[in-house]
């Protein structure tokens, strides 16, 4: 899954992955995160989520990172803002407004100081979306540039010869074996997945938190 899949989805407008309202599963679990209002949550590989526009209506500052520059357009014509845009650094976009900074570009030439001080990382259909030979790397960089920050984890399990990702199936052990050295993995929900997967493969989505140590 290079930026060359991700930009002809977009193009192509094959975004089965967006919801089209936000995740309930945010709205019940984002106390556990414990923010006041003004903290500032990254959400890695942010597609055009509406779940962006929940957050901010709740106060919370938000920066993200997106590979497609026409879904963070989107983003920003869905939220009826116009940004500020800017070449902060070779391949890397910056959308900013008051209270919402994207960058477009690749989460891994993302870092920390760019990236800024954040309270919480919200992670849904961002782990998930990356091939096991990527998740490693991209939990170590989210830790680095994140200065471990808390974050509240949507995952997808199911089994993985039966459909290929994305989503990729990720178990407990493989979040247990990502993120178990830093922080207290705790599950809040297992629910199954309304519907299926991919035209109807059983799979169970999971909620995380997961708190510094
Ligand atoms: C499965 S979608 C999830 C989007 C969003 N989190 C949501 O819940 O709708 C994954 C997104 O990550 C973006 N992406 C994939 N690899 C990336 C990378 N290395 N850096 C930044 N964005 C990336 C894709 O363009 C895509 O929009």
Redesign the pocket.
């Known amino acids: 899954?290079d930026?060359q899949f991700?930009?002809m989805?977009?193009q192509k407008n094959q975004i089965g992955?967006?919801?089209s309202a936000v995740?309930p599963l945010l709205v019940k679990y984002f106390p556990v995160l414990g923010l006041q209002e003004g903290a500032r949550v990254f959400?890695?590989?942010?597609?055009?989520?509406l779940?962006i526009h929940w957050l901010l209506q709740r106060g919370i500052n938000v920066v993200g990172?997106?590979?497609?520059q026409i879904?963070v357009e989107q983003l920003f014509s869905e939220l009826g803002i116009t940004p500020q845009i800017s070449h902060i650094a070779p391949n890397m976009l910056c959308f900013q407004a008051e209270n919402v900074n994207i960058f477009v570009?690749?989460?891994?030439t993302l870092s920390r100081k760019l990236l800024g001080n954040v309270q919480a990382i919200y992670d849904?259909?961002?782990l998930v979306?990356?091939p096991p030979a990527m998740r490693a790397t991209y939990a170590e960089h989210l830790l680095d540039i994140s200065s471990k920050a808390k974050q509240l984890l949507v995952t997808l399990e199911y089994d993985q010869t039966c459909i290929a990702g994305?989503?990729f199936s990720v178990t407990q052990q493989d979040i247990q074996q990502y993120y178990g050295a830093e922080y207290a993995i705790r599950c809040l929900e297992n629910t199954s997945f309304s519907g299926g997967l991919k035209g109807g493969t059983p799979a169970t989505e999971s909620v995380w938190s997961l708190q510094p140590e």
Do not use: Q
């Open positions: 899954m930026a991700w930009n989805k977009w992955f967006h919801l995740n959400v890695p590989l942010c597609g055009k989520t779940d990172v997106e590979l497609s879904a570009g690749d989460i891994f849904r259909a961002a979306a990356l994305p989503p």
